[in-house]
């Protein structure tokens, strides 16, 4: 039988990565096929391509055997593949019937007119194809999320697509809703649709799947039968590496003072009892999805958060955190993980920014030192190795490892007790990057506490004295560094309790 | 990239061209161009009372838009001005019709400048409004609560000292408003460089989330330059008063729009954190000469509006242009 989509040999590099190396697998039609990997495998950039946003470097795409170019989103629309994607697309202000027919809006001569009636009689009609009991004439916003995203598939189904492809679509959905979607999912492949379902939750992959294809680092690893993989196994194909490269020599065992204790943190929205203790010295490395609620956890500690419920504390003291100034003034710092958009004021120059957040220690009552303050920016820009012709550049177009040194910069002036790092190396080349870590590594033996948020496994494991796991808002183990390895890492990242 | 741009770039390397192509400068050079112009075709504008008339005229306009310079570097914006400078104008006169000192008029004026600002402040920081909305509300309400306390009838000022203070004197033959703008220029200059105010309100405008993350408090920061706005409105209002002797109902024509082109034609960003304010101060120049010089030549005062408003655009469109690089 011939596969619905043959991917062949495709290839995408970006500026510093090789996105997708070489990449082939089928895509059967009547079949739900569910594409995993870790943060960065090349998912995401796969789907871009066969859903026409990106064009591959080399490599081609095949559908029902006929070579098919996906030169534009619409070309691929055309050639039958529809994409459902993380984000809700569906527009607040229109009801479920206009979302539906966006752009495809029936109308009557003369004049081209709006024909009401069998657009809501048309959206009605694709509703009710898909079971589903949804009011045409709703007002979006009346209902739920779950409801939503229904919307959002009748939406592409209206173009009969051949290919359906998935990304994440359960993340913001309950329970019950999921079961709702799942069986969508199967009706849908029940009339012949193929479909390329993208999941970080084990226990849905194993529900859905016939068949599951493994991307690593950009290369296809593995298609396989659902039938013949077990979660251990599809662990194991997910990390592979079976080296764990530049392991930190000499892994303190001996730990310091706790200096920050953690205590059953919740919010609202995600996070469920967190608690965790850090220690003077240390680095202990938070590892997890993107969006397992890592980012959330930095912020709360930060006072940049939402409101949330349960005990912070510095050195015995509970801190009341409600504003970023509050975890500064007790010696936390915070680099955030978008340095554009929330470490830097891009405006600004080298020095201004290097010392927005120590002001204070530069000013007595308002009035600001501007000798002092260059002369300490000026020894910092010296100490950090920091490349710039001049503190009155600005720092808009620095390097990406000068501008995170200027962020780090920013925050060392303080003194911190505790410094949270989020993505600390994120686009960042490999020689500055050497030097963040050897920093790091640095001030951690100054006696600084530090976490680190990384997501990148290698990085994480050869830094981290000790690593959390978090999974769907909650911590699902920690692990020495000793027995860390990128397998336990990455199972309990994806919620599998048992370490394999 | 088109030739045009490419000749631009390649003259920037070049000192002298690039200081010529300097926005700072373009407005620099736009004024000398008016006054060699004016100067031609008037025999009354290049005399020195003419240019001290320019500054006493100017006086209003300029302390209103050093306020407004503060605003819109933290990424907001104040359209209120005009009409609140006109009540504030009126609470003095009153304050100053029932024999109350000297002191307290001006008591009157900065603190209801300041508690006005404090509420557009308050409002667009804490109810998430836009300050556009905000201000264009409180421009209403000043406006009709103006009319409302004085059935539109203008309140005279009885008080010699008041005038001859801000007004009539003259110390080593200037206009005293000259002195006090120079005065508030310095202590302004002083805050904006020399405070963590001042670098808080470049951070806030540059990008709040990262100054927000860096410990300041950013509504307290947007507050505090509404704040400074209607102090300075305050003044403005104080001046006027003494210089006309009259709280006036009709709010001066266009002062919001003024103060908003002086400062955006000094090159000061309008999304807020780069711009600084001696350029708000070329700006506000270039507007009063080409106001004088108008009115010198008796150009219509619509002919003045339409002409000035072109001037303004084309600047600006010059000024994009030249920056598309950056």
Redesign the interface.
């Known amino acids: 039988m011939t596969p619905l989509i043959r991917i062949r040999n495709i290839s995408k590099g970006f500026p510093g990565v090789q996105a997708l190396d070489d990449v082939s697998f089928d895509v059967k039609a009547g079949k739900i096929h569910v594409l995993m990997g870790e943060n960065g495998a090349g998912k995401s950039t796969l789907m871009k391509i066969l859903a026409g946003a990106y064009q591959p470097d080399t490599g081609s795409l095949e559908i029902d055997g006929q070579p098919a170019q996906m030169s534009s989103p619409i070309r691929a629309r055309e050639l039958g593949v529809g994409m459902i994607y993380q984000e809700l697309t569906v527009l607040d202000n229109l009801d479920v019937g206009r979302n539906i027919m966006l752009g495809q809006e029936p109308v009557q001569e003369p004049f081209g007119r709006m024909d009401w009636n069998k657009l809501y009689q048309q959206a009605g009609d694709i509703l009710t194809s898909l079971d589903l009991q949804i009011d045409p004439r709703a007002p979006l916003p009346s209902l739920s999320i779950g409801e939503q995203q229904m919307v959002e598939i009748a939406r592409v189904t209206l173009h009969d697509p051949r290919i359906m492809i998935m990304d994440e679509p359960t993340s913001s959905l309950g329970k019950h809703e999921e079961e709702v979607l799942f069986d969508l999912v199967r009706r849908l492949r029940d009339r012949g649709v193929g479909i390329i379902y993208i999941s970080h939750r084990m226990e849905e992959v194993f529900m859905l799947a016939d068949t599951i294809t493994v991307l690593r680092d950009g290369h296809h690893i593995a298609t396989q039968p659902a039938a013949d993989l077990d979660r251990a196994e599809l662990v194991r194909l997910m990390v592979g590496r079976d080296v764990d490269e530049a392991r930190q020599q000499d892994t303190k065992t001996d730990r310091g003072d706790v200096v920050l204790a953690v205590e059953n943190l919740s919010d609202e929205v995600q996070l469920q009892n967190i608690s965790f203790m850090l220690h003077r010295g240390e680095i202990l490395g938070l590892a997890g999805l993107v969006g397992s609620g890592r980012t959330r956890l930095a912020r709360h500690l930060?006072g940049?958060g939402e409101p949330f419920t349960g005990s912070v504390q510095l050195d015995g003291r509970s801190l009341k955190l409600t504003?970023?100034?509050d975890a500064?003034?007790s010696g936390i710092a915070?680099v955030?993980e978008d340095r554009k958009?929330?470490?830097?004021?891009?405006?600004?120059d080298v020095g201004?920014n290097l010392s927005?957040?120590s002001?204070?220690k530069n000013?007595v009552a308002?009035?600001?030192n501007?000798a002092g303050m260059m002369s300490m920016v000026k020894s910092w820009v010296k100490r950090l190795s920091i490349r710039i012709a001049s503190v009155k550049q600005t720092v808009e177009k620095l390097s990406g490892g000068n501008q995170q040194k200027v962020v780090l910069a920013?925050w060392l002036t303080r003194e911190p007790r505790v410094l949270i790092l989020n993505e600390p190396t994120r686009g960042v080349d490999v020689g500055a990057k050497a030097e963040v870590h050897a920093l790091i590594r640095e001030i951690a033996e100054q006696g600084v506490s530090v976490l680190m948020i990384s997501s990148e496994l290698p990085e994480l494991l050869a830094m981290s004295d000790r690593i959390l796991v978090m999974h769907e808002g909650k911590i699902s183990g920690e692990l020495s560094s000793t027995e860390a390895t990128e397998e336990k890492v990455v199972a309990l990242a994806f919620g599998e309790g048992e370490p394999v | 990239m088109t030739t045009l741009q490419k000749r631009a770039e390649q003259a920037q390397q070049h000192p002298v061209l690039r200081w010529l192509l300097n926005p700072e400068s373009g407005v620099l050079i736009g004024i000398v161009a008016l006054v060699v112009f004016f100067s031609l075709q008037s025999e009354f504008f290049f005399d020195v009372d003419n240019f001290l008339n320019i500054a006493r005229q100017m006086t209003m306009l300029m302390i209103v838009s050093f306020g407004m310079t503060f605003v819109i570097l933290s990424g907001e914006i104040d359209l209120s001005v005009g009409t609140v400078l006109a009540l504030i104008g009126i609470f003095v006169a009153s304050t100053l019709r029932r024999d109350l000192p000297i002191p307290v008029a001006l008591a009157v004026g900065i603190g209801s400048g300041a508690l006005i600002g404090f509420i557009s402040g308050f409002i667009t920081v804490k109810g998430n409004v836009p300050s556009f909305i905000v201000t264009l509300g409180i421009f209403s309400v000043a406006r009709g609560a103006a009319i409302w306390l004085t059935n539109s009838r203008a309140i005279a000022i009885f008080n010699d000292n008041y005038f001859a203070i801000f007004a009539d004197a003259e110390p080593l033959g200037i206009p005293v408003s000259l002195w006090y703008m120079v005065a508030i220029y310095l202590i302004l200059i002083f805050i904006l460089?020399?405070?963590?105010?001042g670098?808080?309100v470049?951070?806030v405008g540059?990008?709040r989330?990262?100054?927000?993350?860096?410990?300041?408090?950013t509504d307290r920061v947007k507050i505090g330059v509404f704040v400074l706005m209607g102090v300075m409105v305050g003044v403005a209002a104080i001046l006027q008063t003494a210089r006309l002797g009259t709280g006036f109902v009709e709010p001066p024509r266009n002062l919001e729009l003024d103060a908003i082109a002086a400062v955006v034609l000094g090159g000061t960003?309008f999304t807020g954190?780069?711009g600084s304010l001696s350029k708000t101060v070329l700006g506000v120049v270039l507007i009063a000469v080409l106001n004088n010089g108008l009115t010198l030549l008796n150009v219509q005062s619509y002919y003045q509006l339409i002409i000035k408003g072109g001037i303004i655009v084309l600047a600006l469109l010059l000024d994009q242009w030249l920056n598309r690089g950056d």
């Open positions: 930060f940049s504003h970023p100034n500064i003034q915070y955030p958009g929330l470490g830097l004021v891009l405006m600004m201004n927005l957040a002001l204070d000013a308002g009035v600001l501007r920013k | 460089r020399y405070t963590r105010f670098t808080s470049y951070a540059g990008n989330n990262a100054a927000e993350l860096s410990g300041i408090y960003a954190g780069r």
